[in-house]
């Protein structure tokens, strides 16, 4: 990998904002394109720092760090980055009523961001009516649904059903640490991820399908 690029995605995965954002311009400035510094050493950081998390070997406040540095290397690489790579879709982003987990949902929006996606994050403890006015005001290509609780991911069929009523082809993944693949089929989910990586390639996935 290019020197650069490996410095950039060990600034990422050390959450040194400074670095990254320094590293970012750099590497810009050395004629790499935008896609690549994204590709070749954001999300690879993003994706090891997540695996390392699934083996033990990483704990949640290096992954809050490491999504803060990559937030502000998105930042600085963002003007670059030309209409196609911000226009593959739109994703509207909340977590469900009555849960305030905040830290998987915001990966799962820079990981999509970092994908090339626009995302509309409606925030957390979002009401089934909001979910679906959201949905009427931004018609977005996909909408996901986190939950972190076992009681409140019981309300995502709720936001389904109430979604399907306005539009019956909305797209609609869902994701968090009790949701499993089982559960989302059985309450019609459109697509569910582990994790705020894969979420971005099942985005695509989704998208390509409904092309
Ligand atoms: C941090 C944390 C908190 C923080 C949240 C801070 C914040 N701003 O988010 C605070 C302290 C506020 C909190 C509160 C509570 N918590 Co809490 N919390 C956690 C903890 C330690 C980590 C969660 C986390 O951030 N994980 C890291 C992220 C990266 O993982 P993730 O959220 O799973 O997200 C990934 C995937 O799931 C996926 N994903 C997530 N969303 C989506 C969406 C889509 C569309 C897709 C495709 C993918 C996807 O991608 C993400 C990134 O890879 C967990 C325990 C644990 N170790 O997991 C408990 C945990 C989730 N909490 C728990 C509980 C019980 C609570 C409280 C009820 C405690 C209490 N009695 O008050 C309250 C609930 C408040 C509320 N109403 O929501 C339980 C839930 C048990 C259950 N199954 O129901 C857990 C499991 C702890 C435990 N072992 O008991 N919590």
Known sequence: MNELLEMLKRAVMLGDEEETV???????HTGLLPRTVLEEAMMPARAELGERFSRNEAFIPELIVAAMA????MEALKPFLA???RGRGLVVLGTVHGDIHSIGKNLVRMCLEGAGFQV???GEDVR????????R??????LGLSALLS?????MPEVIEAVRAEDPSAVIMVGGAPVTREFAERIGASGYAPN?????VKARELLSATD
């Open 83 to 85: 209409g196609e790579e």
């Open 22 to 28: 320094r590293l970012v311009g750099e590497a810009l």
């Open 196 to 200: 705020a990586f894969e979420a971005a």
């Open 151 to 155: 009681s409140t991911m019981q309300r």
């Open 128 to 135: 089934t009516e909001r979910f679906v006015e959201a949905y």
């Open 70 to 73: 990559m937030e502000k290397g």
């Open 137 to 142: 005001e931004h018609r977005p290509d996909i």
């Open 120 to 122: 509309v994050d409606i």
